[in-house]
């Protein structure tokens, strides 16, 4: 059980910093105008990217949208940033 919680703190805490990186380089908004314009408070959206809190599915395609991009999309760049024996997605 122990493994399986790091191996989530990790994909939370990189799934946090994809959300911040992409939020700062696709819309330049701040993370109070981000979260009011994509329903998601700021208090949580500040725990996503921080890795605090681990995202729901829901969460995820409310940040995608945001972003102007497919959840696939998003799921796809997430895993491109994890090390290789992290496969989500077939090819």
Do not use: C
Not at 15 to 29: M, P
């Amino acid at each position: 059980m122990q493994q399986k919680n790091k191996k989530i703190q990790y994909l939370s805490k990189k799934t946090g910093l994809l959300i911040k990186k992409l939020r700062e380089k696709l819309t330049d908004k701040s993370l109070n105008i981000f979260g009011l314009e994509n329903d998601i408070s700021r208090g949580h959206l500040s725990r996503l990217e921080n890795g605090i809190n681990d995202p729901k599915l829901s969460t995820l395609w409310k940040v995608a949208e945001g972003l102007n991009m497919p959840l696939s999309e998003f799921i796809r760049t997430l895993e491109n940033e994890l090390p290789e024996n992290w496969k989500m997605l077939e090819e």
